[in-house]
């Protein structure tokens, strides 16, 4: 009888990060944010002098919500684990103005690094 070999790849990359667009409110964002922060909810109200009943409250939105002071607070509570919270308020909360400020430095970072890579491609070639 012979045996068939199957191989996997498996890879340990991190998940994709939502886009902070895809997210229909600040309280959405900043309950996922909660959620996959790794944190438990009561080091997190703690931490931003909330109770837990009460984070957990502004968290689902339905009987108490989020001030704008809680929220940066929240992320700032939750470090690298809010900066999807940060993306939010940039891509949706802020001023036309400044959005289109921020679009205009992230394209040209992405320029900078294509050019960067296209250079050190071009330089293996040879």
């Not at 498996?10 to 790794?38: L, Y």
């Not at 080091?43 to 989020?66: E, P, Q, V, W, Y």
């Not at 999807?84 to 690094?113: F, G, S, V």
Request: with cysteine; hydrophobic share 35%; aromatic share 4%.
């Amino acid at each position: 009888m012979k045996r068939e070999i199957l191989q996997y790849t498996i890879s340990f990359e991190p998940a994709r990060e939502p886009d902070p667009r895809e997210f229909s409110s600040a309280t959405e964002v900043a309950h996922h944010c909660v959620e996959n922060s790794g944190l438990q909810h009561k080091d997190i109200a703690f931490r931003m002098k909330l109770s837990t009943s009460l984070l957990t409250m502004k968290l689902h939105g339905n009987t108490a919500n989020l001030t704008a002071d809680e929220y940066d607070r929240l992320a700032d509570v939750l470090g690298e684990k809010g900066i999807l919270m940060r993306k939010y308020h940039a891509a949706k909360l802020l001023p036309q103005e400044n959005r289109e400020d921020i679009l205009l430095t992230r394209l040209e970072e992405q320029q900078k690094e294509t050019a960067r890579l296209l250079a050190e491609l071009r330089g293996r070639k040879r």
